[in-house]
């Protein structure tokens, strides 16, 4: 297959840009113009080619569509060939995505930098220079200079390209080509006429929610106020240090990360609170809805991920596009809102327990993989342990909370008191001694579970060292060099790894670019490195980041068994969804469960199963 690399200039403005709008709504904008394109086939010298219309575009780079066609940021430049000149190569490559995973961690990921990291050349800037230009308002000699800086943009990519392909798994190509084209190939659409009703009810409701609340101005600026307001509604208030007085005070700032994730509270009350005291204007549901009917008039739902944007490698809203799908409450609206093409059907299969599941076996503990093998509620299993009788779904649903909080949160070293928080937000009271008894009652249960911690603890110490370490089944972890690598050759990565004599604790810096950037202005101020700025680690941290991984591979794997049958159209988590027609529905369906039911070679024994649903909307399938 032929390999094209290219790159597009598009007009832009003040108003009118990628700065301010999103990729679909900018592209699908009545202003859109391609003032050219450059594009670089194999070994060849990049061209710069301009047109006066996107059909004469269309027309020349018709050959794309038979070749694997690469470009820094393709989501943008891929959308313009489908949307715009309808054209879809064979194969989507993208160096930002591939990128992510082995520079992410430790430097700006933009074609300029990665250039200059790799000892590539350096990026022009006279795209700066085209801000308010369309392309009549170029002189010859202007539109020559700006062909001249986007040929070497194009030349930088195919470099970049061929240092970064050098050991990145084929698969993983595959996967961003998948997720590529969930977004510049779209096939859902959206309920305009369910939505326009929806956005009025959700204005309503805020309005409800605030004089039901009794809020006023003064509820919301005074700190004690708001806090009492918030825990009316069953919310305890965040807290953090004042760095002005040393003392415990509200976490009520826009600044306050654990405030701000208050608006994205499943209590939609919890929600016109947080909106209001941070002066929005709208709540998460009702900017949600008004970003719904806004592409629903525009055509069809471009699904905006971005691959490895999680630490483990998990697919997650792209920066920048305004919706995640990856949050929509269940059972909402919004969900419902999501519809197959007329005469299709929304084809939907969840992995289930897939994390659970997978550190049973990673750890050995052939006793709860046997149960999971075997279909039993293993949740129930574990509740009447807990409380000494037998538990079961239908007659006793607190105590399988219990049970089913327990096998999906403690197998991480969680904590009494973070079980304790954890089971209240699920209407579950319990006392501090019960829940001590519950921690232990399970590490006694599965023991082989805390065991696998402290052989990451090893390797944890093993790295640090300098040395090689192995973990999990068949030594199926490989800690060495500051990395955990994993089954599919991507690994997680700890920069500059430490140990704080101390606190007598490891730890990590997550952002090493913003780190060693804020330690040098905090230096040259004579200040001190906050601890805060580090990420502490410790083995059943490292053994919940593996899992993740473990099942992200798992669940991506199969995916792309699916889509070489089935495009899929959506994944969220560990959920996969398809659009196939009515007709074909109950077959896509058994193929979806047989496929995800499937344990790859590496994870041979693992207990994987699924769930599936077949819908109009994407409500409907779950």
Same mark, same amino acid.
């Given at each position: 297959?032929?390999?094209?690399?290219?790159?597009?200039?598009?007009?832009?403005?003040?108003?009118?840009?990628?700065?301010?709008?999103?990729?679909?709504?900018?592209?699908?904008?009545?202003?859109?113009?391609?003032?050219?394109?450059?594009?670089?086939?194999?070994? +060849?010298?990049?061209?710069?080619?301009?047109?006066?219309?996107?059909?004469?575009?269309?027309?020349?780079?018709?050959?794309?569509?038979?070749?694997?066609?690469?470009?820094?940021?393709?989501?943008?430049?891929?959308?313009?060939?489908?949307?715009?000149?309808?054209?879809?190569?064979?194969?989507?490559?993208?160096?930002?995505?591939?990128?992510?995973?082995?520079?992410?961690?430790?430097?700006?990921?933009?074609?300029?930098?990665?250039?200059?990291?790799?000892?590539?050349?350096?990026?022009?800037?006279?795209?700066?220079?085209?801000?308010?230009?369309?392309?009549?308002?170029?002189?010859?000699?202007?539109?020559?200079?700006?062909?001249?800086?986007?040929?070497?943009?194009?030349?930088?990519?195919?470099?970049?390209?061929?240092?970064?392909?050098?050991?990145?798994?084929?698969?993983?190509?595959?996967?961003?080509?998948?997720?590529?084209?969930?977004?510049?190939?779209?096939?859902?659409?959206?309920?305009?006429?369910?939505?326009?009703?929806?956005?009025?009810?959700?204005?309503?409701?805020?309005?409800?929610?605030?004089?039901?609340?009794?809020?006023?101005?003064?509820?919301?600026?005074?700190?004690?106020?708001?806090?009492?307001?918030?825990?009316?509604?069953?919310?305890?208030?965040?807290?953090?240090?004042?760095?002005?007085?040393?003392?415990?005070?509200?976490?009520?700032?826009?600044?306050?990360?654990?405030?701000?994730?208050?608006?994205?509270?499943?209590?939609?009350?919890?929600?016109?609170?947080?909106?209001?005291?941070?002066?929005?204007?709208?709540?998460?549901?009702?900017?949600?809805?008004?970003?719904?009917?806004?592409?629903?008039?525009?055509?069809?739902?471009?699904?905006?991920?971005?691959?490895?944007?999680?630490?483990?490698?998990?697919?997650?809203?792209?920066?920048?596009?305004?919706?995640?799908?990856?949050?929509?409450?269940?059972?909402?609206?919004?969900?419902?809102?999501?519809?197959?093409?007329?005469?299709?059907?929304?084809?939907?299969?969840?992995?289930?327990?897939?994390?659970?599941?997978?550190? +049973?076996?990673?750890?050995?503990?052939?006793?709860?993989?046997?149960?999971?093998?075997?279909?039993?509620?293993?949740?129930?299993?574990?509740?009447?342990?807990?409380?000494?009788?037998?538990?079961?779904?239908?007659?006793?649903?607190?105590?399988?909370?219990?049970?089913?909080?327990?096998?999906?949160?403690?197998?991480?070293?969680?904590?009494?008191?973070?079980?304790?928080?954890?089971?209240?937000?699920?209407?579950?009271?319990?006392?501090?001694?019960?829940?001590?008894?519950?921690?232990?009652?399970?590490?006694? +249960?599965?023991?082989?579970?805390?065991?696998?911690?402290?052989?990451?603890?090893?390797?944890?110490?093993?790295?640090?060292?300098?040395?090689?370490?192995?973990?999990?089944?068949?030594?199926?972890?490989?800690?060495?060099?500051?990395?955990?690598?994993?089954?599919?050759?991507?690994?997680?990565?700890?920069?500059?790894?430490?140990?704080?004599?101390?606190?007598?604790?490891?730890?990590?810096?997550?952002?090493?670019?913003?780190?060693?950037?804020?330690?040098?202005?905090?230096?040259?101020?004579?200040?001190?490195?906050?601890?805060?700025?580090?990420?502490?680690?410790?083995?059943?941290?490292?053994?919940?980041?593996?899992?993740?991984?473990?099942?992200?591979?798992?669940?991506?794997?199969?995916?792309?068994?699916?889509?070489?049958?089935?495009?899929?159209?959506?994944?969220?988590?560990?959920?996969?969804?398809?659009?196939?027609?009515?007709?074909?529905?109950?077959?896509?369906?058994?193929?979806?469960?047989?496929?995800?039911?499937?344990?790859? +070679?590496?994870?041979?024994?693992?207990?994987?199963?699924?769930?599936?649903?077949?819908?109009?909307?994407?409500?409907?399938?779950?």
């Amino acid at each position: 297959m032929k390999l094209a690399v290219l790159d597009f200039e598009t007009y832009y403005d003040k108003d009118y840009s990628l700065s301010k709008m999103t990729t679909e709504a900018y592209i699908r904008d009545p202003r859109f113009q391609i003032i050219g394109v450059g594009v670089k086939l194999e070994d +060849a010298p990049a061209r710069w080619y301009s047109f006066a219309t996107h059909a004469e575009y269309a027309k020349f780079l018709a050959p794309l569509k038979d070749m694997a066609v690469c470009c820094h940021h393709t989501m943008f430049d891929a959308s313009i060939l489908s949307w715009v000149l309808g054209i879809r190569p064979k194969l989507l490559l993208d160096t930002l995505s591939m990128a992510r995973p082995l520079h992410g961690k430790t430097m700006r990921l933009g074609l300029e930098h990665l250039a200059i990291y790799y000892g590539l050349g350096e990026k022009g800037t006279e795209v700066k220079d085209a801000m308010g230009k369309r392309r009549e308002h170029f002189t010859e000699t202007e539109l020559a200079e700006y062909g001249a800086y986007c040929r070497n943009d194009v030349e930088l990519t195919h470099k970049l390209l061929m240092k970064l392909k050098k050991g990145f798994p084929g698969s993983e190509l595959r996967i961003i080509d998948m997720l590529l084209r969930m977004y510049t190939e779209p096939v859902l659409e959206l309920d305009t006429t369910m939505l326009a009703g929806h956005i009025i009810d959700v204005r309503r409701n805020k309005a409800a929610s605030l004089m039901k609340a009794g809020v006023d101005k003064e509820t919301l600026m005074s700190n004690q106020k708001f806090a009492d307001a918030l825990q009316a509604l069953g919310v305890d208030p965040p807290t953090k240090i004042s760095a002005r007085t040393g003392k415990e005070a509200w976490a009520f700032s826009k600044a306050d990360l654990a405030f701000k994730a208050l608006a994205e509270h499943p209590n939609p009350d919890v929600q016109t609170l947080v909106a209001a005291r941070l002066g929005n204007k709208s709540t998460l549901e009702e900017s949600r809805t008004e970003e719904f009917i806004a592409i629903g008039g525009r055509g069809t739902l471009p699904v905006p991920l971005g691959y490895y944007n999680a630490h483990t490698g998990r697919a997650q809203a792209a920066a920048g596009q305004k919706i995640n799908l990856q949050n929509l409450p269940r059972g909402g609206k919004l969900r419902e809102s999501i519809i197959a093409p007329k005469g299709h059907v929304i084809v939907a299969c969840d992995s289930s327990q897939i994390e659970a599941r997978v550190l +049973a076996w990673l750890a050995g503990q052939s006793d709860l993989v046997k149960q999971f093998a075997d279909g039993e509620d293993v949740y129930s299993k574990f509740a009447s342990l807990v409380f000494g009788r037998e538990i079961n779904k239908k007659e006793h649903p607190q105590e399988r909370f219990v049970g089913k909080t327990s096998i999906l949160g403690l197998g991480y070293s969680t904590g009494a008191v973070k079980l304790q928080q954890t089971l209240k937000l699920g209407g579950v009271e319990m006392a501090d001694s019960s829940c001590r008894q519950i921690v232990d009652t399970y590490r006694n +249960a599965y023991n082989k579970i805390p065991l696998l911690w402290r052989e990451a603890d090893k390797g944890i110490k093993a790295m640090l060292e300098g040395k090689f370490y192995e973990v999990g089944q068949n030594g199926l972890l490989k800690f060495q060099d500051n990395k955990v690598f994993l089954p599919n050759g991507m690994f997680i990565e700890y920069p500059m790894l430490d140990y704080d004599t101390e606190l007598e604790e490891y730890y990590y810096v997550n952002e090493p670019r913003k780190y060693i950037a804020a330690v040098a202005a905090r230096m040259t101020d004579g200040g001190k490195v906050a601890h805060k700025d580090h990420t502490r680690l410790y083995g059943a941290k490292v053994i919940e980041n593996a899992v993740q991984a473990l099942a992200r591979i798992i669940v991506f794997d199969q995916m792309l068994a699916i889509n070489k049958r089935y495009k899929v159209v959506l994944t969220v988590h560990d959920e996969i969804c398809i659009v196939v027609p009515e007709a074909e529905a109950k077959e896509a369906q058994a193929f979806m469960e047989k496929e995800m039911s499937i344990a790859p +070679a590496w994870a041979a024994g693992a207990p994987i199963a699924c769930e599936s649903g077949v819908g109009r909307s994407y409500g409907d399938a779950k």
